[in-house]
Nanobody, 125 residues
């Protein structure tokens, strides 16, 4: 069993930055790969960033590549999503997720096992 709790969402001006954190707990965290997806009301999930637990491999959706960075701190059992240059396409609920092995953003959903309750990101123009 893995528990994931997101924090760090909020309101930011267009062009600004936010960092989301995901506190993970569970006895076998190192066996999982981590990721972030977002889902706005009435829209499908979009997996935007994934990483191995040690950070050796990462994957990004084209929509966030070059703007968002996923990182993992195993000592703190925490996953981060640094979001820069936020724009009108980015407001959404952001969810931390865990899968049994590493997948690219394109395929992460097929391995998805756990996710948190989400953190809301709003961007003002």
């Amino acid at each position: 069993q893995v528990q994931l709790v997101e924090s760090g969402g909020g309101l930011v001006q267009a062009g600004g930055s936010l960092r989301l954190s995901c506190a993970a707990s569970g006895r076998t965290l190192s066996m999982y790969a981590m990721g972030w997806f977002r889902q706005a009301s009435g829209q499908e999930r979009e997996f935007i960033a994934t990483s191995t637990w040690d950070g050796d491999a990462t994957s990004y959706a084209d929509s966030v590549k070059g703007r968002f960075t996923i990182s993992v701190d195993p000592a703190k059992s925490t996953v981060y999503l640094q979001m820069d240059h936020l724009g009108p396409e980015d407001p959404s609920f952001y969810y931390c997720a865990a899968a049994r092995k590493f997948y690219s953003t394109t395929h992460f959903e097929k391995g998805l096992e756990y996710w948190g309750n989400g953190s809301l990101v709003t961007v003002s123009s």
